[in-house]
């Protein structure tokens, strides 16, 4: 009997051309998981993407290098949202997933960055406040939120980082899902040197 690739298999590609270092790696994942996708929509139910799927492509944008990581990773995370809107909840986003978009924004050069983090971060908030457990903020996520204002470039992208990052500051010392770690702290006042220090 014949072997066919299935959801696990093109899943795991997607997940190691997330750590590769190959220039192609964005043009090979978008062909796989066009073809998974297309297969899928034939009929092939051993193909239907999952939330793992949808993580590991936004993890293949925000390792990628490329200036719209953030922009791309977004509208990833919207088809996700879309699709789950219309009934699909397997793949109801989490905070892994938000995260992950978070990070792939703070490494792409869109001087609309921190606005973007800052507005999934709030959602976020929002949703867990709303009893949507899947969206508890935590540590990693506010570092990685924190990481994000350090890296706004311009002048007037710097005045919002640094207004998110006070925004932060307030989010680490009274929330009581973030932990006050060495961590944390030491990502802001990273950010804040390189926000202030020119």
Same mark, same amino acid.
């Given at each position: 009997?014949? &072997?066919?690739? *299935?959801?696990? =298999? ?8 997330a ?5 192609d790696?964005i #043009? ?5 998981? =066009?073809? +998974?996708?297309t ?6 139910s #051993? ?10 492509? &936004?993890?293949c ?6 200036? *719209?990581s ?5 509208q ?11 009934? *699909?909840?397997?793949?109801?986003? #989490?905070? %892994?997933?938000?995260?992950?978009? &978070? #990070? ?19 959602? %976020? ?9 899947? +969206?508890?903020?935590?540590?990693? &996520?506010?570092?990685?939120l924190i ?31 973030i ?7 030491? =990502? ?9 220090? *020119?």
């Amino acid at each position: 009997k014949e &072997i066919l690739p *299935d959801t696990v =298999a093109y899943t795991a590609l997607l997940q190691a051309l997330a750590r590769s270092r190959s220039p192609d790696k964005i #043009d090979t994942a978008k062909k796989w998981f =066009a073809e +998974m996708e297309t297969r899928y929509a034939e009929g092939n139910s #051993d193909l239907k993407p999952n939330k793992i799927t949808y993580t590991a492509l &936004i993890n293949c944008w925000r390792s990628s290098g490329r200036p *719209d990581s953030g922009e791309q990773a977004q509208q990833v995370l919207e088809l996700v949202e879309q699709r789950c809107q219309e009934g *699909d909840h397997e793949i109801k986003p #989490d905070a %892994m997933l938000y995260s992950s978009v &978070i #990070d792939a924004w703070s490494r792409g050069q869109s001087t609309e960055k921190v606005e973007r983090a800052w507005d999934l971060y709030s959602r %976020m908030r929002e949703q867990y406040a709303n009893g949507n457990i899947d +969206m508890k903020p935590n540590d990693i &996520i506010m570092s990685t939120l924190i990481k994000c204002c350090g890296f706004a470039q311009g002048e007037k992208s710097k005045k919002k980082g640094l207004k998110v990052l006070l925004q932060c500051f307030s989010e680490v010392t009274s929330s009581k899902n973030i932990g006050q770690s060495p961590s944390t702290f030491y =990502a802001l006042l990273t950010s804040l040197s390189r926000l202030v220090g *020119d």
